[in-house]
């Protein structure tokens, strides 16, 4: 019968790396900034493409007739001709805080109104402007994957 044997400084080294790995593990700062990266993409393509990606490809609810005129011909020359849904001054499409904990990773407009197109609100149609966790599922496991392979190198 073999044995194999360990010294006490073989052990500590072991001990060693194995804590400096899960320091690694528990510390999800550059996951979370990462992942509030793909959070920021989706939200900006969701724009560009006036809802494509909130509702799996059918895109917001147009415009009303009446809005489209009131623009072209509006007194306001900033908004002359501009068309795009939710983004007249752009606010609502770049104005975003990030926000994360150690547990947590969260995207918040900086806009009151925000939550009323996403969710839809008496007279005002839903156009949703931020992703639903399916729709970025598979990008975020990617995030958090990588993140433990490099903490367990």
Do not use: C
Not at 32 to 58: C, P, Y
Not at 85 to 97: A, C, M, P, S, V
Not at 133 to 138: F, H, K, L, T
């Amino acid at each position: 019968m073999s044995l194999i044997s360990m010294t006490g400084p073989t052990i500590q080294a072991i001990l060693g790396r194995t804590r400096t790995r899960l320091l690694k593990l528990r510390d999800l700062r550059s996951a979370h900034a990462r992942s509030m990266l793909v959070i920021e993409k989706w939200i900006l393509k969701n724009f560009e493409t006036e809802g494509e990606l909130a509702t799996d490809g059918a895109r917001w609810v147009p415009l009303k007739q009446a809005t489209i005129e009131r623009r072209r011909h509006g007194k306001n020359k900033a908004l002359a001709g501009k068309v795009m849904i939710l983004q007249d001054r752009g606010y609502l499409k770049t104005h975003w805080k990030p926000f994360y904990s150690p547990w947590k990773v969260a995207y918040q407009s900086m806009e009151d109104y925000g939550i009323y197109h996403d969710k839809g609100s008496g007279r005002l149609p839903q156009r949703r402007i931020i992703p639903r966790q399916y729709q970025v599922r598979a990008a975020l496991r990617k995030v958090y994957l990588k993140h433990v392979q490099e903490a367990l190198k």
